[in-house]
């Protein structure tokens, strides 16, 4: 049973709060046409998820005294990103999946032809809330635009969901798992991280690189973690159908590494994800606190 | 026949050298992985269309002295939304065609799912490329990437899609018709002129309505045209299906007023378009030849 301290307990309630108000401000009303697509958008993007990216946000910010309103639309732009790519992935011509946070995916709930344009719009959605971000110094505001477009991109996000798509029913060697998953999951988490620090005082290259690789670490342990909880995990506790990555033959930590030692990798990249923060500074307590809870959730 | 100047027609095949080679410098290359996901981006993207928006945009830079290549990523970035929109367009869910600019289709030439995220990849690129432009104002360049978002997501393109999707078989009223194209063809037009003008020395508020109102003329005039050749021209002439609208039983200028009343109809633009071209400045000649050119193009 996984044990979280109240206090960051309440903190996580009270920022997965902030970043759905964000949300639901930075979408357009169903009531604004065209009406079902932006029905759609709402279904896709309020009401579920861990937020986990926005928390990271969040952490981030908090590390480098950026006040949390300045870090609202960098938690809703890199959410819109990962439901976008989650509506996309979920289509018929990916992994065709019919469950999502406990819902129908969009494509079910709608059609086809919406959730493609739910996700095309959702990714248009969290550029322009980043445009419109309240960070002050319009040269950093630009620099995290182009961040997150990586990571978002054919070197990013999307670039992973290509190689692992060309890996299905292939046995993947370490590193490449490894490439998949820095680039599947890790690129948009580790840009969570920077752009919410980005909102603060600027950190020195040092320290800058430290927070990185604690990004890092957390990226790739989430995507552990994630491959361990589709073989072990219910469907009900999910919101996800389990035990779909055997099912489609996908190489992942567990078929390749076996459920322990998955566990024990995510372990280690958590320790060198703490050991990193002990040299950002003294604010990384709710980055190091959110770092155990990914590697430690059960859901 | 239609007469070009012969002037005009050198300096649209500098500007579309000039925009090919700012795509080709943005496009990762096909030797870096993921290999296939890049070689069908470059695909999609390098040696075929008008590239009218991009010429737009270095015609509005002209208007407001920007030099070219200030204005050489914002035509690169206009031309990645057009072409990932073409992309999903052409998808088995949403219009399910196999030709575009005389070759097949991306997911015909590769597949479903590598036609997904070649649309998705060339969305995040479009925002990366653009916060790249050495443009100097940061705010500006922040503004930009504002006016782009608003202009290819649910407000703009994707939405305008959506009311094309919801209209098949029925028959819409000219105001309907108008809303569907003023987002799905205009708002991307609007915004290559508007980002291109943007580039140079500001125009006082006055003087930008007067060019955000030619954009919109020539933006709705664009799709009337459109409209026109897919019932009258050849699909060897086009590069893509003929006579794909009436097939699909499509809503057209040419169903809805017939081909005489829409060709008058985008002449009528035309001409409200050069009157607001005329309080813009004396800058507004290259601009002024490719509106017309617009109106009055065979492919």
């Not at 920022?15 to 639901?24: I, N, T």
């Not at 370490?174 to 752009?195: C, D, N, Q, Y």
């Not at 690789?213 to 909880?229: E, H, N, P, S």
Request: charged share 20%.
């Amino acid at each position: 049973m996984q044990t979280i301290p109240s206090d960051f307990a309440g903190w996580m309630q009270a920022h997965q709060a902030r970043v759905e108000a964000a949300l639901d401000r930075a979408l357009p009303g169903a009531d604004i046409a065209p009406q079902r697509l932006h029905e759609a958008m709402r279904y896709a993007v309020l009401g579920g998820g861990k937020r986990i990216r926005p928390l990271l946000a969040y952490a981030a910010g908090e590390a480098t005294d950026a006040p949390a309103d300045r870090v609202d639309r960098i938690g809703a732009a890199v959410e819109l990103i990962h439901v976008y790519s989650l509506v996309h992935d979920d289509l018929p011509c990916m992994d065709n999946d019919v469950l999502r946070r406990g819902k129908p995916t969009v494509h079910v709930q709608y059609d086809d032809a919406t959730a493609l344009l739910v996700g095309d719009s959702l990714q248009s959605l969290a550029f322009g809330v980043l445009a419109g971000a309240p960070v002050g110094d319009s040269a950093v505001l630009v620099d995290m635009v182009g961040r997150l477009a990586t990571a978002a991109g054919s070197r990013g996000m999307a670039g992973g969901q290509a190689v692992d798509l060309a890996s299905l029913g292939k046995q993947l060697s370490v590193p490449e798992l490894e490439f998949m998953h820095v680039h599947k999951t890790g690129a948009l988490i580790r840009a969570s991280v920077l752009l919410g620090a980005q909102c603060g005082s600027a950190l020195d290259a040092a320290r800058m690189e430290s927070l990185d690789r604690y990004a890092k670490c957390i990226g790739l342990a989430f995507q552990v973690v994630d491959d361990v909880l589709d073989a072990t995990a219910s469907t009900a506790t999910l919101g996800k159908t389990a035990g779909k990555d055997a099912d489609d033959n996908k190489p992942t930590y567990v078929s390749v590494l076996g459920v322990e030692a998955a566990r024990k990798f995510a372990g280690q990249l958590l320790d060198d994800a703490l050991t990193a923060l002990d040299k950002v500074a003294g604010q990384g307590g709710r980055l190091a606190q959110l770092g155990r809870f990914i590697v430690t959730r059960e859901f």
